[in-house]
């Protein structure tokens, strides 16, 4: 196998993908979005439930490819607890990460910089940031379904 | 690897050593150039052989013109080109009345001039629509658009389990009430080939139009369209080796004359008033602007390159293969293989394997130089009703060989092992 | 027989030798082979450069896929290929939101989509179409079939006597209950070029839609469609040297996402529900179906090659020969030049010599290797208000230099003395 | 000149484009049919005035090149006084005198022979031919219009 088909699949994220965290409904969430990738059919649904300007609790359910998964769940477990505002960040960053235009900020990513590999492969950079593009709805109360070829920039085709 | 997989599948490495490609590799530049790629994508779209390439340069380099219109000797030598490959194209699927043979873009610009100018003309409010759950979306949301515009009741005919349609289900579906029974000639998601003879005897006894998609129908089987006794047949063109924007709509000489035009403008008229317009004869009342001419042009050289190869040969090639790969496949842990046993499929094989995402397996495959098709395959509505949420597919064409499927094996069980963690 | 005719016109030989093309002829391959062709029908169909041919076969070598559905290499490969030459396209065509431009066979495609998809959902009962007494078959009948359909009013513009638009008339032609204004950028049939902006501030002025055929205009003009103020355009690609079969349509974003889709099928959807369906995003809506990437792809490399030439030359280039055409033809007992002084026309020569059937002259010019085009130019209403039956046309393009004018002038006045009897 | 396109138009063929024969109307005809060429737009008239079997008079009208204009006056000077079958003989005769199938026939046809030329160019076998379907719909009473593009075999296209 490629070392870039390895460095794309990490153990980090095969684990993810096997035991994803946070995939459950949440019954009090406070607000949700769905993201839809038209091309590939994937789909999936993140909640979130705000304590003012915190994310008090995060989750996700849906159907997606090991990398959309895994970054989903990894998103929960480093948006939670966060502000509005360094969510925001994150997004920004992780953005960047997965279209190989990562910065300096990378050091701040910790475990999500498995999220890396993705650039090399640009088809799969919508994959990623599907859980992040319907978190971002969520966050700004857009709600409703998004898809990640209306996000323009990242997209390959 | 491989040699680790294969001794698992029931084919023996000596049978499989055995499937040479049914046309040489060499005949095609993309395959000659990339020895390590193993192109299981054909019911997407195939590779294309040297002389269809050399048709359409030859056609740019030597009679490039206008069809139709002009009376200088170029034209009129891109007018016989033109017509020739029409002439040509006809034989080879079998269709005796020539100008019943439109040129369209492909299959799916064929299924929407049929459901729009024929369908608007003669589908009414509380007339019924009947397709079925095998259809690719091309031959299912032109109809229920169709449906919804006119009021008229859209009905899927379901399958058996094994991906057959269930057709004593679908006959008590075609009422007298109906008008448009839309199937398909061979899956595109499970490689299912379906019984054009009883779907078109539903569609014969309550007087409904009988639309074939044949988009899987005409690049693999020994097709007589005019035998068949479907009032409509689409293909597409890029499907059997010839160019992109290359493909036809087959459609009785009687309804095409009765039904009002798809597009209008240059070419298609007889007389344009100020007022009111008359059409022209057929085939051009279906062919408005100016022709794409390097579309049949080269698409006619992919038949002639088809007959060389022996179209009889074609299915039996693909079949072998497919059977060989459900088999190799078979013995995968967590491996299942979706449709009907092989004899009743053409070279289409779909598959899961436990839960990997197709997407990462076909990333996986990729690596190894294997192109598979991963996700709905144009056909959500199947996808539903088999309860999974994409497959992998691989699909064989005449510059397959066994290698191919060892590759396919091979790699599938290296995946497996890698998602096992 | 030259030198006779020539010693005639106003234009003196010297200016004339001085006018080489543009393009070299050698980039032409049919020019190349046939060295003695005056190839004068370029508004019907242009000559492709090898660059061109070239594109296309190295797509086909290389990187030949279905796009948009494969997760592996090679159709990424052809995803990002197509999706580079719509981004070089709208570029050569300053349209900046890259994803307005749909890609189609053509004009006729492009203008028929529009007046399907947007028509049947904007225009109603009551309302008004407005179209040019010089439009194509292409931008008439389909707005003349959509106001019968919907039982809206068709509406001609009349031109004044030297082919221009009566832009008067037509200003009290477009009211308030005018939905549409249909008209072409460059007429094919007299070379007028119009005035776009008045006529795009007729119908904003109303709320109407301004729908340009840009037919002519793209392959012509130093355009920028975004500046032109158009709600469509719609365009050709055969007829700027990319390959039949390739061409698009520029649309508002608003009105695509608000419009219905024209085509239904692969690609173009969201969501297929067994009852109802959703849509993609642009540019994937309009575009049902196995795309033609070839096509494109070959479109892009002849922008690639205009650009190259120099966008700004090539009226300027066509308009000198055509001016040199008019003056030459003048001279000839019996011609009579159609259309607009040379200033304000394209490459375009409409002309006709006394009682001599342009079929007939067409024939004779064709012996002499001049190409040129003869009958209604798919402009029938335009030819009952010049009151001619048919016209000969020239038409020239970049390849084109001064032999090519001496031989047209040449071949009519042999063609004279002979028909003279 | 090429040698074929000067048979093409040889003189007889421009003086009855120049001077066609029986080119008027016929007010008093007991049966007329159109030709039209729906691809170059040209189109004619024929009208018949039937004395029984036979062709009493004959005369047409219209738009066309000296190729059709010349056929269908050389075609009214040879078919007035015909019987219906002479006229259907004479039909089979020039369309394969046109088209180049011409055998023995062809020392019958007299001064139609100039029509010869024809058959060295495809795209104009509709314009030789036009008022010849024209006639032939008018003597078998089935008026209306035809188009040479329904007349099969002969297109070239
Ligand atoms: C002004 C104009 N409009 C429309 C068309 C139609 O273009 P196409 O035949 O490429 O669809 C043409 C050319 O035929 C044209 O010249
Ligand atoms: C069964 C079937 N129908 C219709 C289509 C649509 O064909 P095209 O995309 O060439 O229009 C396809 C292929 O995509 C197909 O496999």
């Not at chain 2, 658009?145 to 991906?163: K, M, Q, R, T, Y």
């Amino acid at each position: 196998m490629s070392a870039e088909l390895e460095e794309l699949y990490q153990s980090i994220i095969l684990d993810h993908n096997r035991r994803p965290k946070n995939f459950r409904d949440m019954p009090d969430a406070t607000a949700h979005a769905d993201g839809v990738n038209p091309l590939c059919g994937d789909q999936l649904t993140v909640w979130l439930r705000m304590d003012g300007e915190s994310v008090a609790d995060i989750s996700f359910r849906g159907q997606g490819c090991a990398i959309s998964k895994a970054s989903a769940s990894m998103m929960t477990q480093v948006v939670k607890g966060k502000s509005r505002a360094d969510a925001d960040k994150l997004f920004d960053d992780v953005h960047a990460l997965v279209t190989g235009r990562a910065g300096a900020q990378a050091a701040e990513l910790g475990a999500l910089k498995a999220l890396s590999g993705v650039s090399k492969f640009p088809l799969r950079v919508k994959c990623a940031s599907l859980a992040w593009h319907a978190m971002r709805a969520a966050l700004h109360g857009a709600g409703g379904s998004v898809t990640t070829d209306q996000s323009g920039g990242e997209s390959a085709s | 690897m491989s040699r680790q997989t294969m001794s698992r599948t029931r084919v023996s490495d000596a049978e499989l050593a055995g499937m040479t490609s049914l046309a040489p590799r060499s005949d095609f530049p993309l395959l000659a150039a990339q020895p390590h790629l193993h192109y299981l994508d054909s019911a997407a779209t195939t590779q294309k052989p040297r002389v269809v390439l050399d048709a359409i340069t030859r056609y740019y380099e030597t009679v490039n013109a206008n069809p139709h219109r002009g009376a200088y000797r170029l034209s009129a030598a891109a007018t016989e080109a033109y017509h020739h490959a029409r002439v040509r194209i006809a034989k080879f699927l079998g269709v005796a009345d020539v100008d019943t043979l439109i040129f369209t873009r492909g299959t799916t610009e064929s299924l929407n001039l049929v459901a729009s100018a024929w369908g608007r003309a003669n589908v009414k409010a509380g007339d019924r629509i009947v397709v079925t759950r095998l259809e690719h979306h091309a031959n299912f949301v032109p109809w229920q658009a169709l449906a919804s515009a006119v009021g008229a009741e859209f009905v899927i005919a379901e399958l058996h389990a094994d991906g057959t349609i269930d057709l004593d289900a679908m006959a008590r579906l075609v009422t007298p009430r109906t008008k448009v029974v839309a199937f398909g000639h061979v899956s595109n998601a499970l490689g299912t080939v379906n019984p054009v003879a009883e779907i078109v005897g539903m569609a014969q006894r309550v007087g409904a139009l009988a639309v074939c998609d044949g988009a899987q129908g005409a690049p693999h089987l020994d097709i007589s369209v005019d035998s068949l006794g479907v009032d409509a047949y689409a293909f597409s063109g890029h499907k059997m080796l010839g160019p992109m924007g290359s493909g036809g709509l087959v459609m009785r000489r009687a309804l095409l004359e009765q039904m009002p035009p798809y597009q209008m403008g240059g070419d298609m008229i007889a007389h344009v008033g100020d007022e009111h317009t008359t059409w022209n004869v057929l085939p051009h009342k279906f062919e408005a602007g100016t022709p794409n001419v390097e579309a049949p042009i080269g698409l006619a050289a992919a038949c002639d390159y088809l007959t060389a190869l022996g179209r009889g040969n074609v299915l039996a090639h693909e079949r072998a293969l497919a059977a060989q790969a459900m088999a190799a496949l078979a013995e995968i842990p967590g491996v299942t293989v979706l449709g009907p046993p092989a004899n009743r499929r053409g070279g289409v094989v779909s598959f899961t394997l436990a839960d990997v995402h197709p997407h990462d397996l076909s990333q996986m495959l990729d690596a190894d130089g294997v192109c598979v098709r991963a996700g709905h395959h144009c056909a959500q509505p199947l996808m539903r009703a088999l309860n999974v949420h994409a497959t992998t597919r691989a699909s064989f064409y005449v510059y397959n060989d066994a290698s191919d499927v060892e590759a396919l094996a091979a790699s599938v069980d290296a995946a497996r092992r890698k998602f096992a963690g």
